[in-house]
Every structure is written in C-alpha cells, then in structure tokens.
C-alpha cells in the first residue's frame, strides 16, 4: 500500500498547527518552501550575459563563448559553473534559514531555479556530489544543505546523487571573515574520496552542488580532488553567487 495518501494527511495535520510561512518575511503562505511575493520580487536571477566557464554575470553584451578576466588569467579546473540566483541582502536570508535555521522544507523551492541554471549539464552528467561536511560540523548542524539540494534535484532530473563519495577530511574555519587567498589556503587538502567509491567516479561527467560560490575557492578544490580520483569531467551548480564588480571565477 502506498504511504503517499498517510504522508499527505500528516503534511496538512502540520499546516494547520503550523502554518506554512515565507522564510525570508514571516508572511503566510499556501504550502511550506514558497515564498512571498515581497521576497520573491527581491531575487535577482541570473542570466546571459556570462562568462562562459564561471558564470560570472556581465553587465554588458559579450559575444558568445565570452570568458571574464578571471577565468582567462586563471583558469578554473572545473568545466563550467552557474548559480541561479545573485547573493544579496533577500537570497542571504533564504540561504542561511535553510542552512542554519532547520527549514529543510525550502529546498524543494531551490529546484525549478537550480534546474533551469543547470539546463546545460543535465544531458550528459551521470552524478550530483554535494559538496561535504565535516563529520563534527555535520554533527552540529544535523543536516548538510548541499546534499539536501542535490538530493531534492536528483528526484527531479532522475540523476544519482552520491552524497558519501566526496568528505572533508580535515575541518576548516569558517571562510565568512577570509578574503580569497586565504579561502583558497584554507580548503587546500581539505577533501577527499570514499575509499570504498573511487571506482563510482571513473570517466563520469559529475555536477558538485552547494549552497553559495564566493570566491569559488571550495568548489575548486573539491574538482582537483574529483578530477585526482578519475573523474572525466566536473560541472559546479549553486543556489547563489556572491557577484562583485571587477570580479570573476
């Protein structure tokens, strides 16, 4: 017998002793994860112009297959990177309820903005790899919100989801205070492959997710460690980007 029928009478038992609320304003809502309309008209969603590797939004027509200054001075191991939404003042709000605040629930919003930014990885990824946790943080925290998205994106696409093949091996301070060198020194080492997994990775095309790409320092890494391990290649997928003038990849 099907549990869907159980599952959607608990879900309206909880709507009614708690009812559904935005997460960035506190306003009711019909149904948990949506938001409402003074937040939702607050996002900036990413689209073309961008640099063609990183993503990084342009505020001008560039020819197609344009790259920044960043990825042209320094090019990123991964393939291509793309977010879906500007991190700003509203998105900053929607990503630290659902990291830090337990509301879980708001990743199914992320999945429609996630997979029209990612439209040009679906076709030929093979795995979704949310970017880890380490072990005593995930305590903390009791959930890792990358692999919640990459899960939530998984039903949707039909793409695997390996949320134990890549891990933080070595815990790392929070990167909120460090500019980029520092990041970058920070998450040097600080990843590595599944002992038992090494063999999932061989010639596939992989998507690693997570929640915000600053500096990109994170995700970086944790390519040269999927690349090292035998990956074929390594999209980068995010909820936000952090988009400063003058800054790239």
Known sequence: ??????????????DTVLPPRCVVTGERVDEQGMLAPEAWGALEF??????DQCGFPFDFEVEEGSLCASCLDHPPPFECARAALKYNETSRDLVLGFKHGDQTHVARAFVPWLEKAGAPFWEEADLLIPVPLHRWRLLRRRYNQAALIAQALSKRTGIPADVGVLQRVRATPVQGHLHAGERHKN????FGL????????????????????????????????????????????????????????
């Open 194 to 249: 599944h002992p038992d997994k090494k063999d999932a990775l061989k010639g596939k095309t992989l998507i690693l997710i997570d929640d915000v790409y600053t500096t990109g320092a994170t995700v970086k890494e944790c390519t040269k460690t999927l690349l090292k391990g035998g990956a074929a290649k390594v999209h980068i997928l995010t909820l936000t980007r952090v988009v400063r003038e003058g800054f790239g990849g």
């Open 46 to 51: 990413i689209s073309d112009p961008l640099c």
């Open 1 to 14: 017998m099907s549990l869907k029928p159980f599952q959607n009478i608990l879900m309206q038992a909880v």
């Open 187 to 190: 998450v040097k080492k600080a």
